[in-house]
């Protein structure tokens, strides 16, 4: 940068001629900005708009301006396909081969499928959204942009979209890109590495920071390109989320109006102006908020979870119960089984008793009428009276029978003695 001296009507004034552009800027015109190149979450679907969060306005979304936006599947091919083929050419194993090398990477636990920065210049705390400053803030970021490709050579920029719809921020970019590393000797000869890409471009141990402090040091040319003088921030955490700037945006909305004032450019603004105490006594105050909202969602959550948990064990307990009713209920039918197969066989065991004595009583009754007719008149009787006692009934009157026969054959025995003598 170059200052020159020059004469405005008949007073002196001072002014900046730029080396590159020759452009020439009044002191009093210069406004200074602060830059910040960030990490991004990496939501391609948010990006490009696919779904709108809640801090879109749709209306405002075709001013958004898309410079590349390309599928992650389609980069990946491109850039990967050929080494993948040349690794599995060398494979002689079909389960080392690699059939889907960005779902590999997806599984990985060492590297990303791909990178975002999100890059801004100024901030609503400074400048208004819509305002000529802010202009001069989009064709700042629009020049950076343009040539990060070919500073980057081992970043695939596969998305880089200009977002114009978020009204609680200015304009900002999302670069996404996919790390390149070549010549390796393990594994791919062409990989996915973020350490093997900042190493071919240059950098040491600590690629990211010195990767990003170049980065941002052409960020600051390109926006001295357009008048405006870099300033440093206080430090990442006046950075806010969407939900903290909300928070402070209504809490400054419900500050009472001030007087439009002479803004630098010469147009007028409603801007409220805080002292540094003021608003850091504000942005504290928007956080204690969201702190609050946020034990509150995460107690509310809480209960939600112990009444589901209670839910899902009462349905436990009743299918235990019916489990349980239900092992009882075959227990009690197993014993009554057990019951009647005891029976079955004390039956079994006694009717084949009753027939043993059956077939010796008929062979001996052939020899002794009298015993045939008593059992004959058994058989009827035992026919007629299907007790289950019957056996006991049979064997009194077995008894009797055996008795009176062991008399007669004392009897025939002493008359047979009688006779010998």
Avoid at 26 to 35: A, K, Q, R, S
Avoid at 110 to 115: A, G, T
Avoid at 210 to 217: D, I, L, S
Avoid at 370 to 389: G, H, P, R
């Amino acid at each position: 940068m170059q200052g020159a001296a020059g004469f405005c009507g008949t007073q002196k004034c001072k002014c900046v001629t730029l080396d590159k552009s020759n452009r020439t800027f009044w002191e009093e015109d210069m406004v200074e900005l602060t830059c910040s190149i960030a990490k991004g979450r990496g939501s391609l679907r948010h990006n490009n708009r696919s779904f709108a969060a809640s801090s879109v306005d749709a209306t405002l979304s075709r001013n958004n301006f898309v410079l590349v936006d390309q599928t992650l599947e389609e980069t990946y091919h491109q850039l990967f396909d050929q080494a993948v083929a040349a690794y599995n050419a060398k494979q002689t194993r079909d389960a080392r081969k690699i059939s889907n090398y960005l779902d590999k990477i997806q599984r990985s636990k060492q590297e990303k499928p791909f990178y975002e920065i999100v890059v801004e210049v100024g901030s609503t705390a400074d400048i208004a959204k819509g305002s000529p400053e802010e202009d001069l803030c989009r064709k700042a970021l629009d020049e950076y942009v343009a040539a990060f490709q070919q500073r980057n050579p081992a970043f695939k920029v596969f998305q880089a979209i200009r977002h114009e719809d978020e009204p609680a921020g200015l304009c900002h970019y999302h670069i996404d890109f996919v790390p390149i590393s070549t010549g390796n000797k393990r594994g791919l000869e062409t990989k996915n590495s973020l350490s093997g890409a900042f190493a071919a471009m240059g950098f040491g141990r600590n690629g990211f920071s010195e990767w990003r402090e170049q980065e941002q040091k052409e960020l600051i040319r390109c926006m001295q390109q357009q008048g405006i003088e870099y300033k440093p921030g206080t430090g990442r955490s006046v950075h806010l989320t969407a939900a903290e700037m909300r928070n402070v945006k209504q809490q400054i909305d419900e500050l009472p109006s001030v007087a439009p004032v002479k803004g630098v450019f010469g147009h007028k603004t409603n801007k409220v102006v805080l002292q540094p105490l003021e608003a850091e006594n504000l942005l504290k105050l928007a956080k204690n908020g969201l702190v609050e909202d946020a034990a509150a969602a995460k107690s509310a959550k809480k209960e939600k979870k112990l009444e589901s948990l209670e839910a899902s064990l009462q349905a436990k307990n009743t299918k235990l119960l019916i489990k349980e009713n239900a092992l009882r209920k075959k227990e009690t039918e197993l014993s009554m089984r057990e019951l009647d197969l005891a029976y079955d066989d004390g039956t079994k065991k006694k009717a084949s008793i009753y027939q043993s004595l059956v077939t010796a009583l008929a062979e001996y009754c052939d020899k002794h009428q009298k015993m045939a007719e008593a059992l004959n008149t058994f058989f009827q009787w035992a026919d007629k009276n299907s007790s289950s006692d019957f056996l006991g009934a049979f064997v009194g009157d077995l008894n009797s029978a055996l008795a009176d026969l062991h008399k007669r054959r004392e009897k025939s025995r002493e008359r047979f003695y009688d006779r010998s003598m």
